[in-house]
């Protein structure tokens, strides 16, 4: 079991322009989450699936962001037209459906310039 | 008021003490609760989990929940300058599986 793997690990973008990254959780793992962590805050809650259906969305995120996990296995997430604001860790986490424990990738890390 | 509060430290402690890290949460019908550990610029690591009331350890590290009084901390006997990082609490409510997450707390062990 290799763990949760994130691609890209860094991504330097232009305002305005979309990026994707991917996730691919452990390989048992059925749920799967995406979250957003700034310097000095934890994790926050963006989506989370449960094998390829998307079961609940933050109301705080922006129909900018779109997330997909087709055929329950690697998911991406997508921002549209990215701001500064959006500069930020993106960490992709799984777990079973047997309890809470979640099992973290080692994040995305974006800067929007 | 914040769902779950930590305090953002730091906590400075010397080599080999006890480090005590507390958490507390406002949804009284939380469940499950969730200790993580992250080092600065990675992502976090899972240390323990707890479900009931009472004490769960492993290792030198210690969770202890009180649902009545609505907190959760983490003991850490014979604290080593390697377990200097953030240490985040999870809490996740009765029928949901999302987590919400503190702040976390800073910890420093010095020599």
């Known amino acids: 079991d290799t763990g949760v793997s994130q691609d890209p690990r860094h991504k330097i973008t232009k305002r305005g322009q979309n990026v994707t990254f991917r996730c691919d959780p452990i390989?048992?793992?059925?749920?799967l989450y995406w979250y957003r962590q700034t310097l000095g805050q934890g994790p926050e809650f963006l989506t989370y699936?449960?094998?390829?259906?998307?079961?609940?969305k933050s109301r705080l995120l922006s129909d900018r962001f779109s997330a997909e996990r087709p055929k329950g296995s690697f998911s991406t997430l997508e921002i549209q037209r990215t701001e500064q604001g959006d500069s930020a860790m993106y960490l992709c986490?799984?777990?079973?459906?047997?309890?809470?424990?979640?099992?973290f990738g080692p994040g995305t890390r974006l800067t929007v310039t | 008021q914040k769902e779950v509060e930590q305090n953002s430290g730091p906590l400075s402690v010397p080599e080999g003490a006890i480090a005590s890290l507390n958490c507390t949460y406002s949804d009284r019908v939380s469940q499950s609760f969730f200790w993580y550990r992250q080092y600065s610029g990675k992502s976090p690591e899972l240390i323990m989990s707890i479900y009931s009331n009472g004490d769960k350890e492993d290792g030198r590290f210690t969770a202890q929940l009180n649902k009545a009084s609505q907190y959760v901390s983490l003991l850490i006997r014979d604290s080593q300058p390697s377990d200097s990082a953030t240490y985040l609490c999870?809490?996740?409510?009765?029928?949901?599986?999302?987590?919400?997450f503190g702040r976390g707390t800073s910890l420093i062990v010095h020599p």
């Open positions: 390989s048992e793992h059925n749920r």
């Open positions: 699936f449960q094998n390829e259906a998307q079961l609940e």
């Open positions: 986490a799984s777990s079973t459906d047997r309890g809470g424990e979640q099992y």
């Open positions: 999870a809490v996740i409510r009765g029928g949901s599986y999302i987590p919400t």
